[in-house]
């Protein structure tokens, strides 16, 4: 074999080479874009995320839910606050609508499933004429009727069935690649649990 034909071999391979390596390269880059979550994802993230500390009950932010006055009350009538809270979002769940993206600016509803205070405090308003009426507490002590308010409260609470309320537009604006929500999720949980 001539050295003219060897050369000729191996530029053809290298030439095939080369063109395979620039074929593979531009599949790569067309995948890029592709690469890491997309905008939806990004979104669904950013609401998601603290909505799934409450659903699972994170003690940290459950705490942060009530103000410390709340958790003063609260400790006051001999139950724990964080006791408190948990039981009032058993059952919580939320469900996220179709998302809206406008260049920087996108919205999505969030639908809340929670107890309500609502209608935890009518069950205690009647639980406490019941009560009254019946004098079943007349002879106890402040200690006696303390622990039995505390011990009704969390009863009906855990009692209390979730409502799913209505609709709640959540806004959210891009900062470079990230979602930052507008609105306080925390907000919204609270008003869907105030009814």
């Avoid at 408190?84 to 920087?104: E, V």
């Amino acid at each position: 074999m001539n050295s003219k034909a060897l050369d000729f071999k191996s530029i053809s391979i290298r030439v095939a080479c080369v063109a395979a390596v620039m074929i593979a390269a531009g599949f790569l880059l067309l995948g890029l874009p592709g690469c890491g979550p997309s905008n939806e994802e990004r979104i669904e993230q950013a609401i998601s995320q603290p909505l799934e500390a409450i659903k699972a009950k994170d003690e940290a932010t459950l705490s942060s839910l009530l103000s410390d006055d709340a958790k003063q009350q609260i400790s006051d009538t001999g139950i724990d606050p964080i006791a408190y809270i948990s039981a009032y979002l058993d059952g919580f769940d939320y469900a996220l609508g179709p998302i809206d993206i406008n260049k920087d600016t996108a919205t999505v509803d969030l639908t809340i499933t929670c107890k309500t205070t609502d209608s935890i405090f009518a069950a205690l308003d009647q639980k406490a004429k019941e009560d009254f009426e019946s004098s079943a507490s007349a002879n106890n002590t402040e200690e006696q009727t303390k622990s039995e308010v505390a011990e009704n409260t969390l009863d009906l609470i855990n009692a209390a069935a979730p409502v799913q309320h209505d609709p709640i537009t959540i806004t959210l604006h891009k900062v470079d690649k990230s979602w930052i929500v507008d609105d306080d999720i925390n907000g919204a949980l609270l008003k869907a649990l105030q009814g």
